[in-house]
């Protein structure tokens, strides 16, 4: 069945560091994938998207690129704030039209 | 524009006890979702619907009743708490299931004792 897997968090960086956050699929054909992203006390939101193979997805900095060859969707950002803190979730949507989560990596920037 | 909204923000149930979570959307979206998030598991599907007056179940239906009496409510209904049932709720909508984005409420934290 389909599936996501992210790495573990939590994610430790300073700021002005590089960032990537991990992110596999397992899926039947090529679904499109999402990223969210969730703020402390606050619901999740779309970061970026990609629905097919070799797209780049960006918004705020962050982008990801959609490799069909790895089954990878990872995050990255080139330069990370303090304001990043947050939750990450990678996503895919199935079949069915429903989304597959993954676990969410919890991203920590310290000042 | 409100987008979506979930009441309460926070409740204690005692086992056994019956509560409802109330969500509602102002964007005339049809596709409404009930997610549980348990910490290292991500967000897990309870019930969604198609459309005003239709459900169907989600990856984790048991323990839990859902309502789409109006387009734009939705609402989630626990007959006897269980402290499995100790997650944090959240409610979700968008246009279609082919639209990208589903608009998140800002969730509800519930506690069964």
């Known amino acids: 069945g389909n599936s996501v897997t992210q790495m573990e968090g939590p994610v430790t960086l300073s700021e002005e560091a590089f960032l990537t956050i991990n992110c596999t699929y397992t899926?039947?054909?090529?679904?499109?994938l999402f990223w969210y992203v969730q703020y402390p006390g606050e619901g999740l939101q779309l970061l970026l998207k990609a629905t097919k193979a070799d797209d780049k997805g960006s918004n705020k900095g962050f982008e990801a690129t959609y490799r069909k060859e790895t089954t990878s969707f990872h995050l990255e950002k080139g330069s990370v704030q303090v304001s990043d803190s947050a939750v990450y979730f990678c996503a895919l949507r199935g079949i069915n039209y429903q989304l597959i989560w993954g676990a969410g990596t919890k991203l920590i920037i310290k000042p | 524009n409100a987008g979506v909204t979930q009441t309460p923000k926070f409740r204690v149930l005692k086992t056994g006890q019956s509560m409802t979570l109330l969500c509602a959307q102002d964007?005339?979206?049809?596709?409404m979702y009930w997610y549980r998030q348990d910490p290292g598991m991500g967000l897990r599907l309870i019930h969604y619907?198609?459309?005003?007056?239709?459900?169907a179940k989600g990856e984790v239906p048991d323990g839990y009743n859902v309502s789409r009496l109006k387009k734009q409510n939705f609402l989630l209904g626990l007959e006897s708490a269980a402290p499995s049932q100790t997650s944090v709720y959240f409610c979700?909508?968008?246009?279609?299931?082919?639209?990208?984005?589903?608009?998140f409420g800002p969730g509800t934290r519930l506690t069964v004792l």
């Open positions: 979700a909508s968008t246009v279609g299931p082919t639209y990208n984005e589903q608009f």
């Open positions: 899926a039947t054909g090529y679904p499109s």
């Open positions: 964007m005339n979206h049809e596709y």
């Open positions: 619907s198609v459309g005003e007056g239709t459900t």
